[in-house]
């Protein structure tokens, strides 16, 4: 059974920072692309950052400069570093694994607000 289970997500101030993490289960861990997106109220879901298999990586151009994007495979483990954080930045993170087919996890909430 795949599982993706996402945490770090919270209420921050503008400026701030926060740090999710994602463990996955269930999949060769090592051989998938994994990524974060984010969805805000009524919006679409779009990449944030993703990381490859080989550690090349891609951001959104809104977060380009403030996020960073890292995975562990030894702990099946991908982490999202959020620095300088705006208001435009909340929404429910989401851990995505991608080998063709992709996998979600639950979604995390971060809030950005004063």
């Known amino acids: 059974q795949v599982q993706l289970v996402e945490s770090g997500g919270g209420l921050v101030q503008p400026g701030g920072s926060l740090r999710l993490s994602c463990a996955a289960s269930g999949i060769t861990f090592s051989i998938y692309a994994m990524g974060w997106y984010r969805q805000a109220p009524g919006k679409q879901r779009e990449l944030v950052a993703q990381i490859t298999r080989g550690g090349s990586t891609n951001y959104a151009d809104s977060v380009k400069g403030r996020f960073t994007i890292s995975r562990d495979n030894a702990k099946n483990m991908v982490y999202l570093q959020m620095n300088s954080l705006k208001p435009e930045d909340t929404a429910v993170y989401y851990c995505?694994?991608?080998?063709?087919?992709?996998?979600w996890g639950q979604g995390t909430q971060v809030t950005v607000s004063s």
């Open positions: 995505n694994a991608d080998l063709g087919y992709q996998y």
